[in-house]
């Protein structure tokens, strides 16, 4: 059975556990869009606490629901400068911010043209700097979906286990961000977290 999950931004770290606790997955693009989801969006650990960075969308008006793939990522503000000037304004002082530094910067200069590329190739490079063996496969429809992981009210309400956070000493623990908060604070533990969480 090839089970699916929506590909979200900089995923969080229950998302990225099912993910890694997998032996294969398929990407499924084909759904309605839907706001309020991380499709887009992400969290991050700031200087004054959780701060969340959103991809603006172009928003198509002949058709008011448009499936995932067909999302264009809008361009009119630099949302890129922005969410990497925040990236390294929350993790410069992370243990291992500057060893990723140059597989992340990449994203952030270039463009895609849709916003489920664009997260595949994140999810992908993440999965690699993981050394995850995860087999992908974007092509293949998927015969179960796991939507839970995209929808933000739900995965918000589960606990995992702390590890250490830049400005956990000013606003203590934040639960569940972006799975780059736990890659640059944990490095190459990271895998060994996610495989332990069992999401």
Not at 138 to 154: C, M, R, T, V
Not at 173 to 182: E, G, P, Q, T
Request: hydrophobic share 40%; proline share 5%.
């Amino acid at each position: 059975m090839v089970i699916g999950v929506c590909p979200a931004y900089l995923p969080n770290i229950c998302y990225m556990s099912w993910v890694v606790s997998q032996r294969q997955v398929a990407f499924v693009t084909d759904n309605t869009y839907q706001k309020q989801t991380y499709r887009n969006r992400t969290e991050i650990y700031g200087a004054n606490g959780k701060l969340k960075l959103t991809i603006p969308i172009v928003h198509n008006k002949k058709q008011s629901r448009q499936p995932d793939k067909a999302v264009a990522i809008n361009y009119d503000n630099n949302w890129q400068k922005d969410h990497w000037k925040s990236l390294e304004a929350a993790y410069r002082s992370s243990p291992f911010f500057e060893f990723y530094e140059d597989d992340f910067q990449p994203f952030y200069y270039g463009n895609f043209d849709k916003l489920m590329d664009f997260n595949i190739e994140l999810i992908k490079k993440i999965l690699l700097l993981l050394d995850s063996d995860i087999i992908l496969l974007p092509e293949k429809k998927a015969d179960k979906e796991f939507s839970d992981l995209i929808i933000a009210k739900k995965v918000n309400k589960i606990e995992i286990p702390q590890y250490h956070q830049v400005f956990q000493s000013k606003h203590g623990f934040i639960n569940n961000l972006s799975v780059l908060d736990l890659l640059f604070n944990l490095g190459p533990q990271s895998l060994e977290y996610l495989i332990r969480l069992k999401y």
